[in-house]
């Protein structure tokens, strides 16, 4: 077989190799699916569309503060790779995260679910002909149990290092991160984002809606202290 004329390795007409598009900013990498599972675990039943750009800006201001901090402790120490350590000193000095207790080395990627129970052949041949059809909420809530008892990152973990990467390069060029360090920058933003959404679904309970909008996310940041501080988002 031929290969192509291309300079690559010949897999396809001129040898060019598949490359996944991603965008120019890695912030909006973070996807409505991966924002809307921090919110289901905090349980809330729906989501406003305008909410995931408000979450995508609150995470990066964090993530500003966060690297700014880590980035001073690690060249204090002369260091080129960050620690856990160094994300532990970091996250210290950081306004509204705190140190997880969970060992990072137990917490896996998010690797997708599938929100229903498993059907034996003969199920399967009686149900072939009407389809099943669940009352409303019904698989939303089955969702929200299933996110509360995991373990497992909610957050993709592949875009969320590249902004914590894009996030790094800008305070120390040629920075590195330890597998540890990026796990535990995800399990305590996470952390944050979880309790943040579970105050923005208790404001939009106590307004008598089932939606979480933009503006109970900003009442919550209020009341969590951060008033005065950048990651609010006008």
Known sequence: MARGKGLGKGYGKGGAKFVRKL????KDDISFNDISRLFNKAGALRLSSLVP????????DILVQLMKN???VTEYGNHKTVSQNHVRLGIKYTDGLKLTTISVKSISGYKG???GTKKSSSDEASTSTKKIRFKPKTTTIRRIRKLQKTGMFLIRMAPFQRLVREVGDQYMSDLRFS?????LIQASVEEFLTELANDSNLAA??????TVMPKDVRLSLVLKGL???RVIYQ
């Open 53 to 60: 750009d408000h979450i995508r800006a609150i995470l990066k």
């Open 23 to 26: 965008s120019q900013n890695a």
């Open 227 to 229: 008033r005065d501080s």
């Open 179 to 183: 597998t540890d360090a990026l796990k």
């Open 113 to 115: 679910s599938k929100i």
């Open 70 to 72: 880590t980035t001073i």
């Open 205 to 210: 309970i106590h307004a008598e809606r089932q």
